[in-house]
T-cell receptor, first 116, second 116 residues
Framework: EAGVAQSPRYKIIEKRQSVAFWCNPI?????LYWYQQILGQGPKLLIQ????????DSQLPKDRFSAERLKGVDSTLKIQPAKLEDSAVYLC??????????????FGPGTRLTVT | AQTVTQSQPEMSVQEAETVTLSCTYD???????LFWYKQPPSRQMILVIR??????QNATENRFSVNFQKAAKSFSLKISDSQLGDAAMYFC?????????????FGKGTSLLVTP
């Protein structure tokens, strides 16, 4: 079974530029999560999708971050414009469902973003 | 929001020895899930072990076991017969069943070094 795929793996941009990250979850997984992991910290949830609907985006900085999951499969996370403090690893995770026994989240390799 | 505290930024263990990583959490809920995730350098995060709060029996997965003390809100991870491949960042995570999102709330992590 293929795992969660993310691209690119690394990205370096200047502040005020835009960037987009892509995630392809495990086939059949209804729930998709985007986490931000700043160096030295644990991951923090940015947004969660159930199929193509947003379940929780309370910690997403909506003035600069946006995310979508068209057709309930792949997802993109965009930052526009980027700030220095956005430097982090952006992790995508998916799970079969968000409730009950199917709650294990599978993580992708992450995208390491450096903003200069 | 529930907070997860890992008070040991770094731990070291010799190969074949046993090490215990600490985790405490703050919650007012009675039913929840707790997890330990492993994140090797430049590799993706994987689930090590999980515990449902309603289960009194401590979870065990091969060389990994937990000591779940619900009253004390403590959830430590014991690694027996440590191997070089166990070297990684270990994150303790809390998952609430009452939030609509069911996202994971992570601690800051403990870096485990395994010496030959």
């Amino acid at each position: 079974e293929a795992g969660v795929a993310q691209s690119p793996r690394y990205k370096i941009i200047e502040k005020r530029q835009s960037v987009a990250f892509w995630c392809n979850p495990i086939s059949g997984h209804a729930t998709l999560y985007w986490y931000q992991q700043i160096l030295g910290q644990g991951p923090k949830l940015l947004i969660q999708f159930q199929n193509n609907g947003v379940v929780d985006d309370s910690q997403l900085p909506k003035d600069r971050f946006s995310a979508e999951r068209l057709k309930g499969v792949d997802s993109t996370l965009k930052i526009q414009p980027a700030k220095l403090e956005d430097s982090a690893v952006y992790l995508c995770a998916s799970s079969l469902d968000s409730s009950g026994a199917n709650y294990e989240q599978y993580f992708g390799p992450g995208t390491r973003l450096t903003v200069t | 929001a529930q907070t997860v505290t890992q008070s040991q930024p770094e731990m070291s263990v010799q190969e074949a020895e046993t090490v215990t990583l600490s985790c405490t959490y703050d919650t007012s809920e009675s039913d929840y899930y707790l997890f330990w995730y492993k994140q090797p350098p430049s590799r993706q995060m994987i689930l090590v072990i999980r515990q449902e709060a309603y289960k009194q029996q401590n979870a065990t997965e091969n060389r990994f076991s937990v000591n779940f003390q619900k009253a004390a809100k403590s959830f430590s991870l014991k690694i027996s017969d440590s191997q070089l491949g166990d070297a990684a960042m270990y994150f303790c995570a809390y998952r609430s069943p009452s939030n609509s999102g069911y996202a994971l709330n992570f601690g800051k992590g403990t870096s485990l070094l395994v010496t030959p």
